[in-house]
């Protein structure tokens, strides 16, 4: 398990080494567990002082990765999921999404149609499914590690069709 303990403070002078503490937010301590998603925070803080509307905020991430290579849970899912048939044969779809995932051990690609699946290396961001039946097929993709496999993209598995 990871634990985390943020704080944000905000100061109020001239130069850096100012004392004057203006104001100040904690985050209760946080962990993170295998298979949990929440993996940052949003912090802000306001000044506490009467007149004065200064502010600061914050956003970060957690990424640690463990002696097998693997993140803290289940990987990004894709995003922007496009299928299009080929026109010179149409018994070939190509699929192309986006990969924001950056601990994915392979991606699999679901024809909802047929409820079959392949297997794609990681880092990938095409795959052309050949060999299919005329007529409508709809496809998802999720991004897979040793923890567990992200949500399907599109969600609605009659979403992305062809």
Known sequence: MVVVNPSLRLFEGSDCLSNDLDGSTRLIEQGFKPGESLTGFRMSVKNGEVGSDDFARVNFDLDHEGSKGIGIGRPAEPSNVVATRDPADPTRVNLQWSDPATDETHFEIFN???????????????????????????????????????????????????
Request: some cysteine; proline content about 8%; charged content about 15%.
């Open 112 to 162: 909802s149609s047929l409820q079959q699946a392949k297997g794609v290396p990681k880092d990938s961001t095409s795959f052309v499914w050949t060999g299919l039946p005329l007529g409508k097929q709809c496809f998802q993709v999720r991004a897979v590690n040793a923890v567990g496999a992200s949500d399907f993209t599109p969600s609605n598995p009659r979403s992305e069709c062809v």
